[in-house]
């Protein structure tokens, strides 16, 4: 009978460690900080297992059922790697070598805001092969478009203007973030508003100009990532007051 007693005991002593470790594991997961940092999806990987309904893992496929975990390994900017279990819906809709900004607590995944590949991926190869501006006949508004970018081999001079519409432009600003060199574009609406969009190359921060064809005067400030450069362009489509709604202020 001293048996069962001590199998209890030992089955007890199991529950309250086990207990206690996720106390404190929930503990040390509220202190953690949130952090947000350039990553690259190094790896995917999916785990499928027998589990009873009680959700224990087992080897009798006969009273069971399959249970499948998803698991994204980023690399960070810094070198850091970190792995995190996702839901599906997430993991089916990335691959490996996206990169974007990663937003995380200790184990917890917040965000990942897909941006683009980077370079010399194959993926990024085959987009290169294709002209960012495609389409001879927009439905959407356009603006002209002048610039050079190097590394994805768009160079259009002042004298060479090609019209483009927003969603092309979306398209090529996603892969800007990826750039290890400086770039530089402007863009001209109907109106003969323009606005030049400059970066250095080491880091997000896109240094804007704004000419509007009234004045003579220049108006220049800087956004910080893709994600507000993208606002920022929405709101030029939309002829809206870029000087009030992003702080640029008369050089």
Excluded at 11 to 36: D, M, T, Y
Excluded at 71 to 100: D, I, R
Excluded at 216 to 235: A, E, H, T, W, Y
Aim: with cysteine.
């Amino acid at each position: 009978m001293w048996i069962v007693y001590v199998a209890i005991l030992i089955g007890l002593a199991g529950i309250i460690i086990a207990v206690i470790k996720i106390g404190r594991n929930i503990s040390k997961q509220k202190k953690e900080p949130v952090i947000s940092e350039k990553a690259e999806i190094i790896k995917m990987k999916s785990d499928t297992r027998s589990v009873t309904s009680s959700g224990a893992s087992t080897v009798d496929s006969g009273n069971s059922y399959e249970q499948t975990s998803y698991h994204l390994t980023f690399k960070l900017k810094s070198g850091k790697s970190v792995t995190f279990k996702v839901p599906k819906k997430l993991y089916l809709k990335l691959s490996e070598h996206q990169t974007g900004m990663l937003t995380y607590k200790g184990y917890k995944l917040i965000q990942f805001e897909y941006e683009g590949y980077p370079i010399n991926t194959s993926e990024r190869k085959l987009l290169n092969n294709t002209s960012f501006f495609t389409k001879k006949n927009h439905t959407n508004p356009t603006v002209l478009f002048y610039g050079e970018i190097k590394d994805l081999d768009v160079n259009y001079h002042s004298d060479q203007k090609i019209s483009c519409d927003q969603i092309e432009l979306n398209r090529l600003i996603d892969q800007l973030s990826n750039q290890s060199s400086g770039n530089f574009f402007s863009l001209e609406d109907r109106e003969k508003n323009v606005l030049e969009v400059s970066n250095s190359g080491a880091n997000d921060d896109y240094e804007i100009v704004y000419m509007t064809a009234h004045s003579i005067s220049r108006f220049i400030g800087l956004v910080n990532g893709s994600k507000l450069l993208k606002k920022l362009i929405d709101s030029y489509f939309k002829n809206e007051n870029l000087t009030d709604l992003y702080g640029l202020k008369e050089e």
